[in-house]
């Protein structure tokens, strides 16, 4: 199952915010971590991953810093500020109401395809 | 287990990829760095997972992305990045940062002694509300030398290459001060308005450095005047504001300025602005699109328009040109813009690209040009003994003649080339081996006409 651009795009902001509310992290440990919780199925081209992170700084959602990690390497670190976390709240609201919405639908139409079950992926997971 | 060969071969693979990220324009140094350090984790993530180097690269390149669609998302994010800003200085050039800070120094060191030279005579008592003539004749003496030694500094001309240089410019002060100019005559006036035009070539030769003989050498030459044009007259709007504002604003404290601002502010900023602009010119030449070939695009079409309407009305209305002195000025300054947006939009034209479009437009500018100046040259040549040949006519009827000469070879291998049986790259050549032709011409206005014409 691949999730499609417009749901990717509109998912990107609260999950980004919300691995970020778990920890300061940088670019591919965000990467790592979304893949890990969507069991694969949200797949972000890596590179798409750095305008959205740059979008929410400018929004003043996130601040960045610059770090030598342990590797030697420069890296760009990410925190999530105060505003940023009133944000996530906000979206967290806007997306159970959303969810909840479809639960309710989901009920009432019979629709094809798999609704319950766990997801038996046979397609290989894509995070490494 | 590591192997040297596979690093070093990673090595220069990410340094490719990285080259090819950098060239992204919306995409700046710092956010290279940080997809940099993404890259390098994931490679090794991913030969820790037993991958070899080779397809770790590959694999970690195809998970970033198309770069298409990545430099377009951070152009999305960044949209200023699309203006391109003139930063003399990069943030992480450290290497060519003395070398552009040496270069804008010895730039404004040369306007600053342009500003001296300008006020140097008056200090010697040689005023310059009353010395008019002197100051006609001397005015590119000024400035050009020093924009000559910009040149000889910035290419490192060899001593041979100077010598002639410095022998042009000396020959040159020689006869303009050591004819017995009438004052205020018309010989005196043709020769200061020449002088700069003959002296624009060895500024021209220095510029080139060793690509003078060259067709790319002079075309840059070209491009570089056309840039320095626009970017002078953008300084003197400045400037004329600066000024404008300041005599304003001490006007109302009731303290005249005036005297300060036109014998000290305008003399020594028009003078110093010319080496300002032209290490302007040299400073972004890379940086930012040139502005000469646009507003030629903009004005060809509207010149052209124009000049169609002129022929129509001649032909419809039968009236003949009114034969007066400055007709033949203002044909000749009609041809040289016609050159001028020929000229640039050949300096900025593909020169493999086919024919298209606006090279047929250029043609019938060309043609049309070519048609009003013969109506005009018609009438003038019927009452020439009647006005006889005063140095002001003869001057004018050359510049005619050798505009003429360029313009009508010039349409002749334009049409070649639209018919496909010329390259563009004659076009450039012919346009590239006549710059000297206008210097030589100005160079015998200045020293054959005053003593032909007795120096009237």
Redesign the interface.
């Known amino acids: 199952m691949e999730i499609n651009k417009d749901l990717t795009a509109a998912s990107s902001t609260p999950i980004v915010l919300a691995i970020l509310a778990e920890g300061d992290s940088?670019?591919?440990a965000i990467l790592q971590r979304v893949r890990e919780l969507s069991g694969g199925h949200l797949d972000w081209?890596?590179?798409?991953l750095?305008?959205v992170l740059?979008?929410l700084g400018?929004l003043g959602y996130v601040e960045a810093r610059w770090e030598v990690?342990d590797?030697g390497?420069?890296?760009?670190y990410y925190r999530i500020t105060t505003e940023g976390t009133a944000q996530l709240a906000e979206q967290r609201r806007q997306w159970q109401a959303v969810d909840e919405t479809l639960r309710g639908i989901w009920q009432l139409v019979s629709l094809p395809g798999p609704v319950s079950g766990s997801p038996s992926n046979t397609l290989l997971p894509q995070g490494? | 287990m590591p192997n040297i060969d596979h690093d070093t071969a990673l090595e220069a693979q990410i340094d490719q990829w990285r080259d090819y990220l950098s060239r992204r324009q919306a995409i700046h140094p710092v956010d290279v760095a940080e997809l940099e350090d993404h890259m390098r984790e994931q490679i090794g993530g991913l030969i820790a997972a037993g991958l070899d180097t080779d397809e770790a690269f590959l694999v970690a390149v195809k998970r970033m992305g198309d770069l298409d669609t990545l430099s377009r998302e951070f152009a999305r994010e960044h949209s200023e990045r699309l203006w391109k800003q003139l930063v003399v200085m990069g943030p992480d050039d450290k290497g060519s940062k003395s070398a552009v800070l040496t270069d804008a120094l010895v730039a404004f060191s040369l306007a600053v002694a342009a500003a001296v030279f300008i006020k140097l005579p008056a200090l010697l008592g040689i005023s310059m509300d009353s010395e008019f003539g002197f100051y006609a004749r001397n005015l590119s003496l000024f400035v050009l030398p020093l924009l000559t030694g910009y040149f000889v500094w910035k290419r490192r001309l060899s001593s041979s290459t100077v010598r002639w240089l410095a022998g042009a410019f000396v020959v040159a002060a020689v006869v303009v001060n050591a004819f017995p100019f009438a004052s205020e005559g018309s010989t005196l006036v043709l020769a200061a308005l020449h002088l700069p035009i003959a002296l624009w070539l060895v500024v021209g030769v220095a510029y080139a450095g060793g690509r003078w003989r060259e067709v790319d050498g002079r075309m840059d030459f070209i491009r570089f005047s056309g840039e320095l044009f626009i970017y002078y007259v953008l300084i003197a709007l400045g400037g004329g504001l600066l000024m404008g504002f300041t005599a304003m604003i001490f006007q109302a404290i009731g303290v005249g300025v005036d005297t300060l601002l036109g014998s000290w502010v305008l003399p020594c900023g028009a003078a110093g602005a010319v080496l300002v602009a032209s290490w302007l010119v040299e400073a972004k030449q890379s940086v930012i699109e040139n502005m000469a070939p646009v507003l030629t695009r903009l004005f060809t079409p509207l010149f052209t328009v124009a000049l169609l309407m002129f022929l129509g009305t001649v032909l419809w209305t039968g009236r003949g040109v009114n034969v007066d002195r400055e007709v033949l000025i203002a044909f000749d300054l009609l041809l040289a813009v016609v050159l001028g947006l020929l000229l640039y939009s050949v300096s900025a034209r593909d020169r493999l690209a086919p024919p298209g479009f606006f090279d047929v437009l250029q043609v019938v500018l060309v043609v049309s040009a070519l048609a009003a100046n013969g109506i005009a040259l018609w009438a003038i040549a019927a009452r020439i003994s009647e006005f006889g040949f005063s140095p002001n006519r003869v001057a004018a009827l050359g510049e005619n003649v050798i505009l003429l000469v360029n313009l009508a070879w010039s349409g002749v291998l334009y049409v070649r080339f639209l018919m496909r049986r010329g390259t563009f790259a004659a076009i450039e050549k012919w346009q590239t081996d006549y710059v000297p032709v206008y210097a030589v011409w100005a160079a015998i206005v200045v020293v054959a006409f005053p003593p032909l014409f007795g120096f009237i």
Do not use: L, Q
């Not at chain 1, 081209?45 to 798409?48: A, C, P, Q």
């Open positions: 940088y670019g591919y081209t890596d590179g798409m750095y305008p740059h979008r400018r990690a590797t390497r420069r890296r760009k490494a």
